[in-house]
Every structure is written in C-alpha cells, then in structure tokens.
C-alpha cells in the first residue's frame, strides 16, 4: 500500500514536472527532440504506470512489448537530468556492444556483491574479468564434460522412480543437478551438505527477483529508501541463507586437496578422474599470484552462482518441456543422439557436443523465444554517440531489452512467436545480422558463462533424451514468460518420462 502511494505521488510529480516545468525530453526515433507532440510519450508514461501498478508479473512482459508498437527501435528519455535509453534494434545494439564506454553496468549496488563481477566499478570489474576469462577457457571447459554427466547419470537413476507414467514437476531435480553441477565444476567439491536443498533454490529465487523488483523501481535504487521497504527485510534473509552456502563451499574448496584435480565423493572414492593440468575456476581465485581477499572471492564465487544457478537450470527445463510439446523435434533430435553416439552415451566429449548441430539449433531457438535474461543494462563511462540524436550522456542507462529483440516479426519473420528450430540452419542464420540474436550480450563485457551454460546443457539433454522420452499435456498456448533477472514460465515444468 505505502508502495503504491510512493509511486502514485511519484506519478504525479511526474505529470508536474511535464506539464509546469517541463524537465523531461522525449525523443523519436530520428533522435529529433519531441517535447511538444505528447502522444507517444503519454503511451509510453501510461503503459508504465500500467505496469508498475496492475500487471500481473507473468503478463509484464507482453506489456512492455507495446513499447515496440509505440517506437520501433528505441526510446529514449531524460529523467531529471539522467538518460535512459531502451533498445532492441539490431544496428543500435551493434554500436552499444563495440563500445568500451558503455562497458559498465547500472544499479550496481541493487546486486549487493560489490567485488563481484556484476557490481564493480569499471577499473576493479576490468581487472577482476582479465583474471576470470582465464578460468573460462575452452580447455578448462571441456574438462568439466565428465562432471556434468557424472552428475546427469545420477539424476537419471533418481528419476526412475517417476517411471509410472505420472506427471511430475522437472524444476527441482533440474535446480539440484545443476547446483551439484556447479559446485563439482566451478568449486571442485562434492561433499557440502546443503540440508535443504529446495530452501536453497526458492531463496536464490526470492533474491533474484526482488533484486530485479528494485531495478525496475527507480528510486529504490537508493539504499536509503529501499532499506525502509517490505522486500529490503525478505531479500536480506534470502540473501543471507544463499551466501551461507556459498561460504560452505568456500571453506569446503579451500580444504581439498589440490593437488588431486579428481573429483571425490564424500567417502574419498573417485567420481571423476581428471588431467592434472586443469584448472579449476576456483583456483584462479584463490592461487592467483595477485592474491584476492577473502571478500573479493566471497563476492565472485556468490556472483557466479547467482548467475549461473538459475539461467542454466530453466535453460535445461524449458528445452525439455519444449521438446516434450514439439515431439516431432525431441523424435529428431533423439536420432541425431543416438547416430553420433551409438552405445557410448558415457564418454561425452567437447567433439561429439559438436556433432549434435540439430539440438544445438533446438538449444538456440529456446534461447530466442524464451530467453532466459530478457531484459539487461550497462552504464556509459563517458558520452557515447549511437546516432539517436544528442550523445548520451556519462552515467546514461542502457536498458537492452532482448525480448522484443528476438521476437520482432521485421527480423524474424511473421510466426516470430511460433517455436521453430529452423531459424537457426546455416543458410537463415547467414541472412541474418548477428546482433538480432543476443541471448549473452555481445562484446567484453558478455555473459562469461555462455560457453559453459551451452556445455552443461548439451551434456545434460544429450543423457537425458538418451535415456527417456519426455512428454506433457502442456500446449504452447499455455505458456506466456514472466519477467525477473531471469525468465519466468507461467507454468509449472510438469512432465511424464518413458524409458527409451
Ligand atoms: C542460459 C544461460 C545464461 C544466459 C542466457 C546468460 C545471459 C547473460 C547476459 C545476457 C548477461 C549480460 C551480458 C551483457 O551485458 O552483454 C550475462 C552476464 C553474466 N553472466 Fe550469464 N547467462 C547464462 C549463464 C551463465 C553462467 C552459467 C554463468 C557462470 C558460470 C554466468 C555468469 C555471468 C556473469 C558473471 C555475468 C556478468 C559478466 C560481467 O559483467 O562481466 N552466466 N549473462
């Protein structure tokens, strides 16, 4: 309720400031300042309002689509001195990403990790992302392969028990693979007992959205207005509950023995055996010659699990849950599975991923439709031209709004809303220019984990789908996609298996 009349009296400071002082600027779409012709600025104010007030959180999405149909590549606004500006324009984008001033991100204290990599400032974040690459190369990838299908062959015994031919909900032994995934590769241990695993997973959550919550409200960026609020209370236990966990698996790293790289259960017998060389990305921060401080791992390790934890796992849901609707897909894919590995479904390697081109077509066109960060920002460092008028300001916000940007119909096509696969063979993804497609940013400061959602996710769906046929009364009308720091399904994951 305080809520509402904050943004109420906030509304009509808003209509004040247009009407008597005028201290907003609008601008179209040729970048002219529009101060005077008021009807794309009162639909674009009115589906704010709208949203900030009535939408319910699985419609806001399809909301905020409007602001397509209001202004077809971007819109800008000033707001007391501050530029904001949202795009979804291929062109835009592409100078955007090119762009080492706009390398910073926005609401950097709405995270909390200050050290991590989504908070820092841009000279420690800059230092911090040289070190980290390191841990992401490809060589240190392709050693996690065995992890995450040792860990994948665990959740396919424990399924066995749904063999019964009833529905049942795929998220949480998805959330506990992937968490198990996650410790076993970025941390290189097994043996923390998390007690409450589904807790866990609801926290993270709970975190992830009301974070977002914050973002989306301008003025509870300020620490001295959000502490006072409902959600500052929830988050912080949320928040507290997560990190203990995340300290566990700190304490658990540090005592590993680490010159066995093997990956050991808690008996001490070897899950995987790995080459020695490897690096795990746990030990690039804690066996760095610029040695980090306890804080800095603290806020690093926290910032990985936060942004891997939950993409991944409703990546790997929504995959299944889409081939289990499309089953002339999941028959397709199925085949590929079993041509490229015949009997050996065991030993996965990086080569035989690569050989699987149709389910990575099929992974693409999930992280098109249903993307799992929809909306993401950076902060320029400095003016920035982009060709929309006046440069942007330093301290201008970026808002990027990937949802639009996969489903425009100019881009893609008029079924731009159908599930289609083919959208990403060779000879369409040639057509096209390769900033309509954005699902992990572009450029240095890009998601750093897209190599390894990809790897966890083929690992995953390539055991899964050669073990069982997944199926759901679920129809693709069903299914609208919510909005939070990721993405949302209006339904549940609930599917039946078969044994292959
Ligand atoms: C389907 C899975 C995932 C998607 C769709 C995704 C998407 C994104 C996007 C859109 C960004 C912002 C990029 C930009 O501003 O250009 C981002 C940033 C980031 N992601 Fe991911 N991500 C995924 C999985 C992961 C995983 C598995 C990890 C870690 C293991 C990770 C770690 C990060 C980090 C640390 C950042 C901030 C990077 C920086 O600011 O330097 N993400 N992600």
Redesign the pocket.
């Known amino acids: 309720m305080i809520l509402e009349l904050f943004l109420a009296a906030l509304y009509i400071l808003f209509i004040y400031f247009k009407v008597f002082r005028g201290s907003y600027i609008w601008f179209d779409n040729n970048g002219e300042v529009k101060r005077r012709k008021k009807s794309k600025f009162w639909n674009i104010l009115t589906t704010m309002y709208d949203y900030l007030l009535h939408t319910k959180p699985e419609d806001r999405l399809l909301k905020l689509r409007g602001f397509h149909k209001v202004s077809p590549r971007f819109f800008r606004v000033k707001f007391w001195k501050i530029d904001y500006v949202v795009i979804y324009d291929p062109e835009l984008l592409k100078k955007v990403?090119n762009s080492q001033v706009a390398c910073q991100?926005p609401f950097r204290n709405c995270f909390q990790l200050e050290k991590g990599?989504?908070s820092s400032e841009y000279h420690s974040?800059k230092k911090s992302?040289k070190l980290l690459n390191g841990g992401f190369n490809l060589n240190i990838l392709k050693g996690l392969i065995p992890i995450f299908s040792y860990y994948t062959g665990t959740l396919i015994k424990e399924m066995e028990q749904h063999l019964d031919g009833k529905e049942f909900d795929l998220l949480l032994p998805l959330s506990k693979l992937t968490t198990n995934g996650?410790s076993g590769t970025?941390m290189n241990v097994t043996d923390v007992e998390v007690t409450d695993l589904e807790k866990l997973i609801a926290e993270v959550a709970i975190f992830l959205d009301l974070t977002c919550k914050r973002m989306l409200y301008p003025f509870l960026e300020k620490d001295w207005i959000y502490r006072w609020t409902k959600s500052y209370k929830r988050e912080q236990e949320a928040r507290e509950y997560a990190m203990a966990y995340g300290d566990e698996l700190i304490a658990a790293s540090k005592k590993r023995n680490r010159k066995d790289k093997s990956l050991v259960d808690e008996n001490g017998s070897v899950i995987v055996k790995r080459d020695e060389k490897v690096e795990f990305i746990i030990d690039q921060l804690l066996n760095h010659e610029e040695k980090f401080t306890d804080e800095e791992i603290r806020d690093h390790v926290m910032?990985?699990l936060a942004?891997?934890s939950e993409?991944?796992t409703r990546?790997v849901a929504t995959t299944l849950l889409q081939l289990a609707i499309n089953q002339q897909y999941q028959q397709k894919v199925y085949e590929e599975i079993v041509d490229v590995f015949g009997d050996s479904i065991e030993n996965i390697d990086y080569d035989k991923l690569n050989a699987c081109r149709y389910l990575e077509m099929v992974l693409k066109e999930v992280?098109r439709l249903f993307?799992?960060?929809p909306i993401?920002q950076?902060e320029t460092i400095d003016k920035l031209d982009i060709g929309i008028g006046k440069p942007l300001d330093k301290g201008a916000k970026i808002i990027?709004f990937?949802y639009i940007l996969h489903r425009r119909k100019d881009l893609w096509g008029k079924n731009s809303g159908v599930f289609d696969p083919e959208n990403f063979s060779s000879e369409r993804t040639a057509e096209r220019d390769p900033y309509c497609y954005l699902?992990?940013?572009?450029?240095p400061?890009?998601?750093?984990?897209?190599r390894?959602?990809m790897i966890?996710?083929k690992t995953e769906i390539i055991r899964l789908l050669h073990a069982y046929k997944f199926s759901t009364k679920i129809k693709d009308t069903d299914i609208k996609q919510g909005l939070s720091l990721t993405s949302r399904l209006s339904v549940d994951y609930l599917m039946s298996i078969e044994k292959r």
């Open positions: 990403f991100r990599l989504l974040w992302r996650i970025i910032t990985l942004t891997s993409t991944t990546f992280l993307t799992s960060v993401y950076r990027i990937a699902p992990f940013g572009a450029g400061r890009n998601c750093i984990g897209n390894f959602a966890a996710a």
